[in-house]
């Protein structure tokens, strides 16, 4: 048995003063990664700090229109909330993908965005792996890896990020706030995560002693629409081979404003700005979308098993624009219109 320290924190400053950027302190909410890690020994801390207690479960409006969200609001009340339904549909939709009704119901907000990777390498602690033990190798290379990136890649890592969350707050321009001993700063969601380079046993930008105390909405632009789609080998309680989030907006047909956020392709989710750029001011459509999309997926770098999730992801996003697009995507895709 492996013995750790337990800490029950009160308040937000009571847990960073307890982690203090210690290596081997973890914070605990729900603990649906963490403590499978631990069992399987590839987490081994020496502190563990709840903050599954700390006053930061509720959605707050604020005065903007944008909505906080509390770092420990579950994923089924963040999934069901009647304002992220109504404004952000493809949030509501990204969390309901994911996981299974019991785990949403003990998952957090900010566990969710810290949640590792699911490839089996890094899982099992007799195959070398950069991410879990730094210089020991990728055993996945050359192994099984048709689950794993292909953008953004590196020789030290092939792992993806396993949320479905991230990757609609990536699209959303969602800022993730973080607080640590030094004071309170925010994050891009899109820039939360990080892409593996030489350093892929470092997730995130968050740096050690702070903690997500929320992450922020802002107000949808009117006439945005938003819709979150997940290609899986199952139909539920399965990691995404490919899954894209889209934010858009049509005015007198051109495309005013879109987003486009891709989920299983990297070791972050993907924001797809190329595809963006090319898509702003253009009239939607099947070609258009294609083209865009094509050219974003043009750096994609397939591994011997995985080329398959380049036509699947440029698809997947094809029929999303193409269902908000149109003047019936309510119906169709589930997307909620902002007035």
Not at 49 to 54: E, G, Q
Request: charged letters at 25%.
């Amino acid at each position: 048995m492996k013995s750790f320290r337990y800490v029950r924190a009160h308040s937000v400053e009571e847990a960073t003063a307890a982690h203090a950027g210690r290596a081997t302190s973890r914070y605990l909410g729900g603990g649906t990664n963490l403590v499978d890690l631990m069992k399987l020994g590839v987490e081994r801390p020496r502190t563990l700090i709840d903050v599954s207690r700390l006053p930061l479960d509720d959605v707050a409006e604020l005065a903007d229109g944008s909505l906080r969200v509390g770092a420990t609001v579950r994923n089924s009340d963040l999934a069901a909330h009647p304002l992220v339904r109504a404004r952000h549909p493809v949030l509501s939709q990204a969390l309901l993908a994911g996981a299974s009704g019991q785990l949403r119901n003990m998952a957090t907000t900010g566990g969710n965005l810290l949640q590792r990777t699911r490839c089996p390498y890094f899982q099992d602690v007799a195959k070398p792996c950069n991410k879990r033990e730094p210089g020991s190798g990728c055993a996945a290379r050359e192994g099984v890896h048709r689950d794993h990136a292909v953008l953004g890649h590196s020789a030290q890592c092939i792992a993806t990020h396993p949320s479905d969350m991230a990757v609609a707050l990536a699209a959303l321009d969602a800022q993730v706030e973080l607080q640590g001993v030094r004071g309170t700063r925010t994050v891009p969601a899109a820039d939360f995560h990080r892409l593996p380079g030489d350093r892929p046993q470092t997730d995130t930008e968050i740096a050690h002693g702070e903690l997500i105390t929320a992450v922020l909405l802002p107000p949808p632009a009117p006439g945005t629409v938003s819709a979150y789609r997940k290609a899986r080998d199952r139909a539920s309680y399965a990691f995404a081979l490919a899954s894209v989030a889209v934010v858009v907006a049509v005015r007198e047909e051109t495309v005013h404003e879109v987003r486009i956020a891709f989920g299983g392709l990297a070791h972050r989710p993907w924001r797809a700005r190329r595809a963006e750029e090319a898509l702003r001011g253009a009239a939607p459509g099947g070609e258009a979308f294609k083209r865009a999309l094509d050219a974003e997926l043009a750096a994609a770098e397939p591994l011997r098993d995985n080329a398959f999730k380049v036509p699947l992801a440029r698809n997947l996003a094809c029929d999303v624009l193409r269902r908000l697009t149109r003047p019936d995507a309510d119906a169709d895709a589930g997307a909620g219109a902002t007035p």
